[in-house]
């Protein structure tokens, strides 16, 4: 069955000490587009992370969202840049002496300056890390999918029904496509005698004709073709694989021979149920740009 591009999945656990938070959201792209926003200290998961969920998704402008919080309070410890609180206080005590303030500054003062304070955590396991995000993620890409299945069923269901719709239409075309040559030869014939009254009508040329009206008008090759590609189109719509481009260029293909047939006919019925087809067709055309 055929997923949607638009979805969302949320995964969050207490694991060997860290939280972790892995947060999924999609929309309809051309191509797969990642982005990713995790801890700047666990930058190394980025790469580890892509690679993973374009196993999962082939489609897809996804935003992931990474949280990691270590848990066990001893293993960072909070130290002074000396150097720079030095520098602060001495920058603050020229400024005291040239104007003549009064020196207020304490060390809560010096230590909300930027890097004053440096958190030092002990080194961590980088490939432990990434094991328990990937599992933290996996929950994260089932929910994600789940709901890309859901949204793929409702339009598998829609475009299913426009395409029966279209394969009526076919079924009309081809039922009404001969009486518009027998109505053309019945018009040919009393067009005929209105201007030469009772004089003997050449039958041999009134059928070479109406011969080569059938053979304008005839669509019985771009009535086979659509329900050919009526045919992949519900194969494609039933797969597991990311079937989205294809579906673009059949559509494209399906539109094809229904402008041929349109153009061909030369009857207001077919005609009408022309621009009924091509109706469904754009439908259609909407679904797909967002199946994956």
């Not at 329900?227 to 797969?239: A, N």
Request: hydrophobic share 40%.
């Amino acid at each position: 069955m055929v997923k949607s591009m638009t979805g969302f999945g949320r995964a969050c656990k207490e694991i060997d000490g860290y939280m972790i938070t892995v947060e999924l959201k999609s929309v309809n792209h051309r191509y797969f587009e990642f982005s990713c926003r995790c801890p700047r200290q666990y930058g190394f998961i980025d790469d580890k992370i892509k690679s993973f969920i374009n196993s999962k998704v082939a489609r897809g402008k996804i935003e992931c969202f990474v949280g990691i919080e270590a848990l066990n309070t001893e293993s960072a410890d909070v130290v002074v840049n000396n150097t720079l609180a030095s520098a602060y206080v001495k920058a603050l005590k020229e400024l005291s002496d040239n104007y003549g303030l009064k020196e207020d500054f304490g060390a809560c003062a010096i230590a909300r300056f930027p890097d004053v304070l440096v958190v030092r955590k002990s080194e961590e396991d980088e490939e432990k890390i990434w094991q328990l995000v990937k599992s933290v993620a996996e929950e994260a890409v089932d929910k994600f999918i789940k709901m890309r299945e859901v949204e793929g069923k409702k339009m598998y269901d829609d475009v299913y029904s426009r395409s029966q719709f279209i394969l009526d239409t076919v079924s009309f075309i081809e039922e009404r496509s001969p009486q518009t040559v027998k109505e053309y030869n019945d018009k040919l014939v009393e067009r005929v005698h209105e201007l030469l009254g009772d004089v003997s009508l050449d039958e041999g040329r009134i059928l070479q004709e109406v011969a080569i009206y059938a053979d304008k008008v005839a669509v019985a090759e771009e009535t086979v073709r659509l329900r050919s590609h009526i045919s992949q189109l519900r194969d494609f719509i039933s797969s597991d694989e990311a079937v989205g481009r294809k579906l673009d260029f059949l559509v494209q293909e399906i539109n094809r021979e229904t402008n041929t047939i349109g153009s061909k006919c030369n009857d207001v019925e077919i005609a009408r149920k022309v621009v009924d087809v091509k109706a469904e067709i754009e439908k259609i055309r909407e679904q797909i740009q967002n199946i994956e």
